[in-house]
């Protein structure tokens, strides 16, 4: 069966340190694979796709995310988090059917 | 440009009632998408259109949900009766074409809470 999994439900990090959420998915053949943001009171906001290609692609805000297909994984990362980057994140594959399927999400809470 | 726009914005019920979303997508997306999210939970599709034609409904409960989209742009979700486990936030997104090269707008969501 298709799944996707975020094994962390809630990272809190400082405000300049680096980020790093995790995101790793089974399914038979590699999905197409995206990053989602959902801040407080707004809607969802894709930040990043992958489809093929480099392996290493870059998203708005700063954020970036590497597809590994060893691990099954596609984790985001972030150099130096801001303050407004709290939020709650999703991975979300693209299996078949075109389905976009969401993970359960990372909250991420920023310290100042 | 403008955004995927839905109202109500918050909607509180009684279990048996019926309740109905309504969702505007952006002017020219031939797509769109009912998702509705629990709490703790990512959001989960429920219903897909593509103008006004249903592409994917396979978890939408068809016992007491419908989606309509008529004339291929605004589109209304409806609960009814409604049960408990339905309180969520309802998601309306709107694309141009399918998920796979257009990225999904959404709007700010309904949050309905069933008492």
């Known amino acids: 069966a298709q799944s996707v999994t975020q094994p962390d439900i809630h990272i809190t990090v400082s405000e300049g340190a680096s980020l790093e959420l995790r995101c790793n998915y089974s399914y038979g053949a590699t999905p197409y694979l995206f990053w989602y943001v959902q801040s407080p009171g707004q809607g969802l906001q894709l930040l990043l796709k992958y489809f093929s290609g480099d392996t290493l692609v870059q998203g708005i805000k700063g954020f970036e995310a590497e597809f590994k297909r060893s691990q099954s994984s596609f984790n985001l990362r972030k150099p130096s988090v801001h303050w407004s980057d709290a939020a709650e994140y999703f991975c979300a594959p693209l299996g078949t059917a075109s389905k976009l399927t969401f993970g359960t999400g990372t909250r991420l809470q920023v310290t100042l | 440009e403008a955004g995927v726009a839905q109202s109500p914005r918050y909607k509180i019920i009684e279990k048996r009632q019926s309740v109905a979303f309504w969702c505007n997508p952006i002017?020219?997306?031939?797509?769109l998408y009912w998702y509705q999210q629990i709490l703790g939970q990512g959001p989960k599709l429920l219903i897909q259109f593509q103008n006004n034609g249903v592409v994917d409904d396979s978890q939408l409960p068809k016992d007491r949900f419908s989606a309509e989209r008529l004339k291929g742009v605004d589109s209304t979700l409806k609960i009814q009766p409604a049960k408990l486990e339905d309180s969520a936030v309802y998601l309306c997104?709107?694309?141009?074409?399918?998920?796979?090269?257009?990225?999904?707008?959404f709007g700010s969501g309904t949050q309905l809470s069933v008492l």
């Open positions: 002017s020219g997306h031939a797509t």
């Open positions: 997104a709107s694309s141009l074409g399918g998920v796979r090269n257009e990225k999904l707008f």
